[in-house]
């Protein structure tokens, strides 16, 4: 029975983790149609994208003291209905202005799930336990990249880029519906917990908080550099089809999710720092690979698929254990210590991408050097935390809420809707 709520618990935080790949590779099929039909350039229709990410970025810093201060269902009631409306306006967006605009404003809203989720998850549990439910969070998150490309073209193919804005407005009344109905308030909120000073002191004096945070975040800086990249290494310089990049793509994609749940299995015997340990070396050694194989005379198509599939699987193991030692001594801020994780995610992700960009020599080298090092900077990162005994010191036992109720009482209230 527990499992069974513990998995109706990770369904629906899973889902409101999904906002941002959802939103943006649904709607990636449909951008020449767009830079067409509004009658700009691909510059501006780029900019769809970029104000997107700077959206997430900005609004998870904003949700994060307020799911402490007021609990986190209450921002997450805003932060799901601006999502909503503002999918609907990008589905009514007269102008590419307009678009850019209303892009902002749906990651702004979709930030409150992702900040949200992971706070859910520390204030039920820590150590080894929250890294298992993480790793849950990852199987549906996960599928996303796999389905939204292919979702978003069959809507392209069969009426109007207008009609995937529509979706994702759906899909946002969807997760505020099963949020009221299933997803339990996990903290009551603490006034303190807007005095921001104080608390962002605490987390950045403490060496597991910032060594973890960018210990993931430059997994994911990895992760941001291979799907920039990716298009021009695997269609223009290896001769893909489209088609085929989009299988390449769900294949690493769904190594990602199939390694989270490896992790998921592991972490009955091993404690996080260690899986993160192991995991950050073998990203290391895929991204070393994908440079040897850059460096050789001729490409092959075999050998950079296999170094992406290992780096990106290997992932999957690195995402979940990070952010379950960098949060674990965070209960009392856990809205905050999601919040400032996550931008220091995108930060680092948006840098790691633009290098790719700025260093194109004509080459799959940037790609590859940028890759490698991002996992290599993980790697040291990840040793030095465990080396610290932060974090692995403090095991896996499940953590209660706070003094009076246990993780079973809270998960008892999922599947009862709010009185």
């Known amino acids: 029975m527990q499992s069974h709520k513990q998995g109706k618990l990770a369904l629906v935080l899973g889902s409101l983790t999904a906002f941002g790949p959802l939103s943006i590779d649904m709607y990636l099929p449909s951008l020449p149609t767009i830079e067409r039909e509004l009658h700009t350039s691909t510059s501006a229709t780029q900019l769809t994208l970029a104000s997107f990410f700077a959206g997430l970025g900005v609004a998870q810093l904003a949700y994060g003291p307020l799911a402490d201060r007021f609990g986190r269902k209450r921002p997450l009631y805003g932060g799901l209905v601006l999502y909503i409306l503002a999918s609907a306006g990008c589905a009514l967006a007269p102008t590419i202005g307009a678009l850019v605009v209303l892009r902002f404003l749906q990651a702004a809203g979709g930030a409150a799930g992702m900040v949200v989720s992971r706070a859910v998850v520390r204030d039920l549990y820590t ?19 796999i389905l939204a490309p292919m979702i978003g073209a069959a809507i392209l ?14 899909f946002g009344v969807a997760c505020l519906v099963a949020m009221i109905i299933a997803l339990p308030e996990t903290s ?14 605490i987390l ?37 089809t489209p088609t085929h990049y989009g299988w390449a793509f769900g294949m690493n994609a769904f ?3 199939s390694a989270s749940q490896i992790n998921r299995r592991l972490l009955a015997r091993r404690t ?27 490409n092959t198509l075999l050998a950079v698929l296999s170094s992406l599939f290992v780096f990106v699987g290997s992932l999957g193991f ?46 799959m080298r940037p790609m590859a ?30 953590n209660v809420v706070d003094e009076h109720r246990g993780v079973g009482h809270v998960l008892g209230g999922v599947g009862q809707a709010d009185p």
């Open 127 to 145: 150590g080894q336990e929250a890294a298992r439910l993480l790793s849950l969070l990852m199987l549906v998150m996960g599928a996303a990249p």
């Open 157 to 170: 193919a069969a009426s109007s880029w207008r009609f995937i804005f529509a979706l994702l407005a759906v």
């Open 188 to 201: 009551k909120g603490r006034p303190a917990a807007l005095n921001l000073g104080p608390n962002v002191r």
């Open 204 to 240: 950045f004096r403490d060496p597991a908080f910032v060594t973890y945070t960018f210990a993931g975040a430059f997994g994911q800086a990895g992760m941001f550099a291979y799907i920039s990249g990716s298009p021009f290494v695997l269609i223009q310089l290896l001769h893909l």
């Open 255 to 257: 190594g990602l999710i």
């Open 272 to 298: 996080p720092a260690t899986l993160l340990c192991r995991a950050t070396i073998v990203t290391s050694l895929a991204g070393i690979a994908l440079v040897v194989t850059s460096l050789v005379a001729k």
């Open 318 to 363: 690195v995402g979940p254990n990070a952010t379950a030692l960098a949060m674990d001594a965070h209960g009392p801020r856990a809205g905050l210590a999601s919040a400032v994780l996550g931008s220091s995610q995108f930060a680092v992700s948006a840098v790691a991408s633009s290098l790719v960009g700025l260093l194109f020599d004509g080459t």
């Open 369 to 398: 050097f940028v890759m490698a090092t991002c996992a290599s900077v993980a790697w040291i990162l990840a040793h030095l935390g465990a080396a610290r005994g932060s974090g692995s010191a403090r095991g896996g036992a499940v």
